[in-house]
């Protein structure tokens, strides 16, 4: 049977009480200034916490206003016996979101194109590199 430590009662203590675990950091051995200082940086990092917490539900609350104007705008224009595909990329604290939506075969076939998924296009370096070489060529025999 586990004895459960009384709570502590020292201010230093109380702050670093792990949520839900009911133990403390053994911070006795530590100078005043060494524990204010880890006191410091612990609020500090539920502080970066919070803020990333929160600012993961703004990046949600953004993407679902985006996809619910991006759901109306295709019915919208479904209703109007127009096809339409509207497509985004976008980088959050969420990750990468990719949305395709519309009535046509290209949204229902849910592939971004190369720009969307923001890979480079490399075919105008291959055959600007095709050219020059071919320059280069023909200046060769020229010159000999």
């Known amino acids: 049977m ?6 502590p009662t020292d201010p230093l203590q109380k702050a670093l009480v792990r949520q839900g675990e009911g ?6 051995r530590l100078s005043e200034a060494e524990q204010q200082e880890i006191v410091k940086q612990y ?24 996809l619910r104007e991006f759901s109306d705008a ?11 595909t509207i497509t985004n990329t ?11 939506v519309g009535n046509t075969a290209r949204a229902q076939s849910g592939k971004l194109s190369r720009s969307q998924t923001g890979e480079t296009d490399w075919t105008p370096f291959i055959i600007g590199g095709g ?11 020229v010159a000999n």
């Open 2 to 7: 586990r004895s459960r430590l009384a709570p």
């Open 23 to 28: 133990a403390a950091f053994d911070l006795s």
């Open 43 to 66: 609020q500090s990092g539920l502080i970066d916490i919070r803020h990333r917490a929160d600012q993961m539900k703004v990046d949600v609350g953004a993407l679902s206003a985006l």
């Open 74 to 84: 295709a019915a919208e224009n479904s209703g109007n016996n127009t096809s339409v």
């Open 90 to 100: 976008n980088d959050t604290s969420l990750g990468r979101t990719e949305i395709i």
């Open 131 to 141: 050219a020059i070489a071919l320059i280069l060529i023909v200046l060769i025999i």
